[in-house]
C-alpha cells in the first residue's frame, strides 16, 4: 500500500528533521549534505551491438557536506592530526511527526578535500567538505551482497 495523502496527523521530511552524527558527535551547525551510491556494471557485447551480459559491477559511494566554520573546527579536532588520513562513521537520521525513522549510515568516511569559498555580506562562513565513503546503509539495508563491511 503507497503513502495516503493528504497527511493530516503527520509532516513530511524537511531539513530540520536530520540529525547528523559524525564520528560520535552531534552536529547541527551543517547546512548541507550529500551523498550517494552507485553500482556500475560491466558489459559483454561479443560480436555484437546489442548488450549479451553484464557483470555484477564496481560500486562506489561518495559524499560532500557543507559546515559553518565552527562546526568544521569541532570535526577536524575530533580528527586529530591527520584528520584527511582517518575513516570515521556518519549517521544521518531523519525524523518528523507521524513519519516513520529513516537511518542511513555512511561507513568509512575519509575527508579527500575541504574548500573555502567566502564573501563579503552577512551570512556565515561555511567549510564545503568532500567525502569517499566505504559504504552507505540505508536503513540498514546494504546495497550489494557483500555489504555491510566493518571498520
Given at each position: 500500500?503507497?503513502?495516503?495523502?493528504?497527511?493530516?496527523n503527520g509532516r513530511?521530511f524537511d531539513?530540520?528533521?536530520i540529525?547528523?552524527?559524525?564520528d560520535?558527535?552531534?552536529?547541527t551547525?551543517?547546512?548541507?549534505?550529500?551523498?550517494?551510491?552507485t553500482l556500475?556494471?560491466g558489459i559483454?557485447?561479443g560480436?555484437?551491438?546489442?548488450?549479451l551480459?553484464?557483470t555484477?559491477g564496481?560500486y562506489n559511494?561518495?559524499?560532500?557536506?557543507?559546515?559553518?566554520?565552527e562546526?568544521y573546527q569541532l570535526?577536524r579536532?575530533?580528527l586529530?592530526?591527520a584528520?584527511?588520513?582517518?575513516s570515521?562513521?556518519?549517521?544521518?537520521?531523519?525524523?518528523?511527526?507521524?513519519?516513520t525513522?529513516?537511518?542511513?549510515?555512511?561507513i568509512?568516511?575519509?575527508?579527500?578535500a575541504?574548500e573555502d569559498?567566502?564573501s563579503?555580506?552577512s551570512?556565515?562562513l561555511?567549510?564545503?567538505i568532500?567525502l569517499?565513503i566505504m559504504?552507505?546503509?540505508?536503513?540498514?539495508?546494504p546495497a550489494?551482497s557483500?555489504?555491510?563491511l566493518?571498520?
Open positions: 500500500m503507497g503513502l495516503q495523502y493528504p497527511n493530516i513530511a531539513f530540520s528533521s540529525e547528523i552524527v559524525a560520535g558527535q552531534i552536529f551547525g551543517v547546512s548541507e549534505i550529500s551523498y550517494s551510491q556500475e556494471p559483454l557485447r560480436t555484437s551491438s546489442a548488450k551480459a553484464r555484477r564496481e559511494a561518495e559524499g560532500s557536506l557543507s559546515m559553518y566554520l562546526e570535526l579536532a575530533a586529530g592530526a584528520f584527511m588520513e582517518r570515521f562513521l556518519i549517521t544521518v537520521a531523519y525524523t518528523a511527526i507521524g513519519a525513522l529513516q537511518s542511513d549510515q555512511l568509512g568516511c575519509r575527508i579527500t575541504v569559498s567566502h563579503a555580506g551570512d556565515a561555511v567549510k564545503a568532500i569517499d559504504e552507505i546503509l540505508e536503513d540498514n539495508t550489494t557483500d555489504g555491510l566493518s571498520f
